[in-house]
C-alpha cells in the first residue's frame, strides 16, 4: 500500500502562490493513481487535480490556468504548483492515491492529513 503525506501549506495573501507536494511513502507510487482535493469549511470535498499512472493530468475548471501537478514516480511525489490564489482556494487540501481510477470521484482508498491553505484578500 502507500501512504500520501502533504507539505507545504500555509497562509499567503490573494494573487500570491504556494506549492503543496505530496509524497508516497511505502512501495513505489508509479502504480498509483494520485489526486489532489480541497475541502473548505461547511462545503462538500472536491477534487482539483488528477495524475493518471500515465503522467496525463487533469485540473479543475476552477484552477485551470492557475495551478499546475506535477508528478516524479522516481521520487515518489505528486505536486500541486498554485498561482494567482484567490480568496476561495482557502481549504484543507489532501492527497489521494489509488490503483483504481476515480478521477475527481472521493472513492480514493489512500489519503493523507491534510495541509492548511489559506488566502487572505
Known amino acids: 500500500q502507500v501512504q500520501p503525506v502533504e507539505s507545504g501549506g500555509g497562509s499567503v495573501q490573494a494573487g500570491g502562490s504556494l506549492k503543496l507536494s505530496c509524497a508516497a511513502s511505502?512501495?513505489?507510487?508509479?502504480?498509483?493513481?494520485m489526486a489532489w482535493f480541497r475541502q473548505a469549511p461547511g462545503k462538500e470535498r472536491e477534487g482539483v487535480a488528477v495524475?493518471?499512472?500515465?503522467?496525463?493530468?487533469t485540473l479543475a475548471d476552477s484552477v485551470k490556468g492557475r495551478f499546475t501537478l506535477s508528478r516524479d514516480n522516481a521520487k515518489k511525489t505528486a505536486n500541486l504548483q498554485m498561482n494567482s490564489l484567490k480568496s476561495e482556494d482557502t481549504a484543507m487540501y489532501y492527497c489521494a492515491a489509488d490503483r483504481a481510477w476515480y478521477g475527481f470521484r472521493t472513492q480514493y482508498k489512500y489519503w493523507g492529513q491534510g495541509t492548511q491553505v489559506t488566502v487572505s484578500s
Open positions: 511505502g512501495v513505489s507510487a508509479s502504480p498509483y493513481h
Open positions: 495524475s493518471c499512472t500515465d503522467g496525463n493530468t
